[in-house]
């Protein structure tokens, strides 16, 4: 079985601040995705990475998939309220295959 | 922008009674997906769905549950003889076939 877990479970911070939300397996992803959820929403795509390694920037939020694909990050510079959400990984082990989820980081901007 | 629909998005029912989940994927997605998030749980996998048939399900996913796409555009979950520990959100996602998947905003399921 295949374990993401996710750290901080929650985080809340004042406004401007930085943060990272981390996301960790024993596994190997081919895939990971990270997904913003809003209450009685479904998860909203906001990025996947594929390469180990890899970094993309989504604006003020940038994600990092591992050399190994065990393990990815995000952070946000300068937070805001808006960023305020529940923050979720998912990884995949093959095109078409499940996704393995994380546990969430909820996370909270304070103005 | 694309999305996945899902109907209803609240549904009450009796325990012991059948309930069928509904879910239109996006267009030109070939990959189908269930999942269920119990209330304060994490988001757990039931199954995939391709080219008309189950391609991978998850230990959850017993004979209390079947999924179908009855056309070209349905792609639905039906769970018979519901149970009280059958109450969650479920998702349903699809996906190109090398694309990440998209979700729905889920089918609150409350079984009384």
């Known amino acids: 079985t295949q374990l993401l877990e996710q750290s901080p479970q929650f985080l809340s911070i004042q406004e401007g601040e930085n943060l990272t939300v981390y996301c960790n397996s024993s596994?190997?992803?081919?895939?990971l995705q990270w997904y913003r959820q809003e209450p009685g929403e479904g998860p909203v795509l906001l990025v996947t990475v594929v390469t180990g390694g890899e970094v993309k920037k989504l604006k003020r939020l940038t994600f990092q998939f591992g050399d190994a694909r065990k393990d990815s990050s995000l952070h946000i510079t300068a937070a805001q309220p808006g960023d305020t959400g529940l923050y979720l990984c998912a990884g995949e082990r093959n095109a078409g295959n499940m996704l393995t989820f994380g546990g969430g980081t909820r996370l909270m901007v304070k103005p | 922008e694309p999305e996945v629909t899902q109907t209803p998005s609240h549904q009450v029912t009796q325990m012991g009674q059948e309930v069928i989940l509904r879910c239109v994927p996006i267009?030109?997605?070939?990959?189908f997906y269930w999942y269920r998030q119990i209330l304060g749980q994490k988001v757990e996998f039931l199954v995939s769905f391709y080219n008309n048939e189950i391609s991978e399900k998850s230990e959850i996913f017993d004979d209390q549950f079947s999924v179908e796409r009855p056309d070209g555009s349905n792609f639905t979950l039906k769970i018979r003889s519901t149970k009280l520990e059958d109450s969650a959100m479920y998702f349903c996602?699809?996906?190109?076939?090398?694309?990440?998947?998209?979700f729905g905003d889920g089918t609150r399921l409350s079984i009384l």
């Open positions: 996602a699809s996906s190109e076939s090398s694309g990440p998947q998209h």
């Open positions: 596994s190997v992803f081919s895939s």
């Open positions: 267009s030109n997605h070939l990959y």
